[in-house]
């Protein structure tokens, strides 16, 4: 297993420029997350879903949208990337049952410069 | 707004020593307490967690001890190690989406 996968790894981006990050996950896990991580800060959580179909927004959604079509996908978009969105963004999924329920399982992140 | 505080911010420890980092919450609702460990490079990995009912819990040399009448928890990691130089997160969440809210981070570096 694969576990959680973040594509790409590393991007530069210029203000005003948008993109789009692939989080996928083969656990077969409900619930996907996006986080960011800045120096000092720890991880903050910017949207979530519990479902395919479904999703919600965390402590800092503003600059981001983001879309569950598929149970193992979820997808992280920039739409007018800022210098403020220079970061490192993680994923995560978890599973609600079983005895692992609310671990959650991270990716490898994505490093973004917006330049 | 920032629901769990964690200090020190960085911590050095000698081989064979003991880390201690703090963690203080506000939310009385959270019911899971995870710590996890990130590697440079690396995303956060799952380390050890406790759940309300249980003052204390133990895996190998890490330790969670919790004491919920002053919201706060602490990892302990006995007889340290270099390979435990890392970065370590104190996380909360509570039932439904499971959303967890991070501390601040805490470097820790064990010198040989």
């Known amino acids: 297993n694969a576990g959680v996968t973040q594509t790409p790894k590393f991007r530069v981006l210029k203000t005003g420029q948008s993109m789009t990050l692939l989080c996928a996950q083969d656990m077969n896990h409900e619930y996907m997350y996006w986080y960011r991580q800045d120096p000092g800060m720890g991880l903050r959580l910017i949207h979530y879903?519990?479902?395919?179909?479904?999703?919600a927004k965390g402590e800092v959604p503003d600059g981001y949208n983001v879309s569950r079509l598929k149970k193992q996908n979820f997808l992280l978009g920039l739409e007018s990337a800022a210098p403020s969105q220079t970061s490192v963004y993680f994923c995560a999924s978890s599973t609600p049952t079983g005895g692992r329920a609310g671990e959650q399982f991270f990716g490898p992140g994505t490093r973004l410069t917006v330049l | 707004q920032q629901q769990v505080k964690q200090s020190p911010q960085s911590l050095i420890v000698q081989k064979g020593g003991i880390s201690i980092i703090n963690c203080a919450y506000e939310?009385?609702?959270?019911?899971?307490f995870p710590w996890y460990q990130q590697f440079p490079g690396k995303g956060p990995a799952l380390l050890i967690a406790i759940r309300p009912d249980v003052s204390e819990k133990k895996e190998g040399r890490f330790t969670i001890s919790f004491n919920k009448s002053a919201k706060q928890f602490s990892l302990h990691i006995m007889d340290s190690q270099p390979g435990d130089s890392a970065t370590y997160f104190c996380?909360?969440?509570?039932?439904?989406?499971?959303?967890?809210?991070f501390g601040q981070g805490t470097r820790l570096t064990i010198n040989p």
């Open positions: 996380a909360a969440s509570m039932g439904g989406a499971q959303k967890l809210v």
């Open positions: 939310n009385t609702a959270f019911d899971y």
């Open positions: 879903s519990v479902g395919e179909g479904t999703t």
